[in-house]
């Protein structure tokens, strides 16, 4: 697998192609020779011919109309699937009946029936299939997980200003899934309660939504995500027992406050004295107060969808279990869906349709 993956540069075309890769070399020959295989792009599939040829001359691929055309005149290994999510079930089917791994964009499916559906077929046939969960890739991300004990509280922010794409889906499938995977991925629990309330603002579609969701383990998880914002905010940050953690998906970077047991030494200027502050308790004696150490783990520099799709393609060479499974998808697309659900109640309750009539 080349170091240099290509990845495509434009939204539009991130929607709406497929991307076919296929190995320079035989798999028994893949198996011998570390790291990888040579792979490369070979073929774009868009309906739109002009489109398809536009992109694939950038990368020195074909271009194809549809994948019947695709599958009759190529023979390829993996496929990356960034087609309108209508259309996921029917295009991952064919791929992966005709032998092809597939990547499938977030989210995984229209409906749980789908990604159920998805999830079978790729057992059936015995195919790498991943979830295009793009921030599981994100280098802050992925070097909070060493960290992790038990988180107990998250509050996420996910804000973009407005922009006429996505719009038809609402911002609970547009945005705020993002993030539903990544903290579904570090709290690994079932889900207890949902609370959730959002409005339309600019669309008919809820363009903004705040999440309440307790899980069996007790953690809570505070989500905002809205598109309507003045300013652009990607945060997450969580607590866990003794440490604090803060993740920045836009800058990439990672920050931690850990709270240290008192009079535990930091091996500074007074060695044999306990480091910290003090407090002064009843009767004027003084008790040490736990020390706060601030502290900013390295972080890899690496675009996240070229880590993603570096991922995915390892996953292929190697026929091991994707970072990012089906089943990971299917979680939280339901999870999604549930909110959605949620919304719909309150907005019922609250008259938001009354509300949004002008006077």
């Known amino acids: 697998m080349e170091d240099n993956v290509q990845v495509p540069k434009s939204p539009e075309l ?48 074909k271009a194809y109309a549809g994948i019947e055309e695709l599958l009759a005149a190529e023979s390829i290994d993996a496929a990356s699937v960034a087609v309108p999510t209508v259309q996921h079930l029917s295009v991952a089917r064919r791929l992966m009946e ?5 990547l499938v964009e977030k989210p995984l499916a229209l409906d749980v029936a789908e990604a159920d559906a998805l999830i079978e077929l790729a057992h ?28 107990m509280f998250f509050e996420v922010h996910r804000l973009s200003v407005f922009t006429p794409r996505s719009l038809d889906v609402d911002v609970v499938m547009d945005l705020m899934i993002h993030d539903l995977d990544v903290v579904l991925s ?28 307790e899980f069996e383990s007790g953690c809570v998880a505070n989500f905002t995500a809205s ?3 003045t300013e652009k ?23 931690m406050l850990t ?21 002064v308790g009843p009767g004027g004696s003084q008790f040490a107060l736990p020390q706060i150490v601030p502290s900013k783990p390295q ?45 719909e109640e309150h907005s019922a309750r609250a008259g938001v349709a009354e509300l949004r009539r002008w006077q």
């Open 299 to 343: 972080v890899a520099a690496e675009e996240p969808l070229k880590a993603e799709l570096r991922s995915f393609l390892e996953a292929v060479d190697k026929r091991t279990p994707p970072i990012v499974s089906f089943e990971d998808g299917r979680r939280a697309l339901e999870l999604a869906l549930q909110i959605r659900s949620q919304i």
């Open 259 to 279: 709270v240290k047991p008192p009079g535990e030494s930091r091996g500074d200027s007074h060695p044999g004295k306990p480091d910290g502050a003090f407090a």
């Open 98 to 102: 005709a032998g092809v791994d597939v």
């Open 186 to 213: 570090l709290v690994n629990s079932p889900v207890r309660e949902i609370r959730a309330v959002g409005l339309p603002v600019l669309t008919p579609k809820v363009d903004i939504a705040n999440v309440r969701v």
């Open 14 to 61: 991130e929607q709406r192609q497929l991307w076919a890769t296929r190995s320079s070399a035989n798999s028994e020959a893949a198996k011998a020779t570390p790291p990888a295989p040579q792979l490369k792009l070979v073929a774009v599939v868009d309906r739109d011919r002009a489109r398809a040829e536009a992109t694939a001359s950038e990368f020195g691929a």
């Open 233 to 255: 905010v990607r945060k997450l940050r969580f607590f866990q027992p003794h440490q604090y953690v803060s993740l920045d998906y836009s800058r990439r970077d990672m920050f």
């Open 227 to 229: 598109r309507v914002s």
């Open 124 to 151: 059936r046939h015995q195919r790498v299939a991943q979830a295009g969960h793009l921030e599981r890739f994100n280098p802050a991300v992925r070097a909070a997980l060493p960290h992790i004990t038990r988180p």
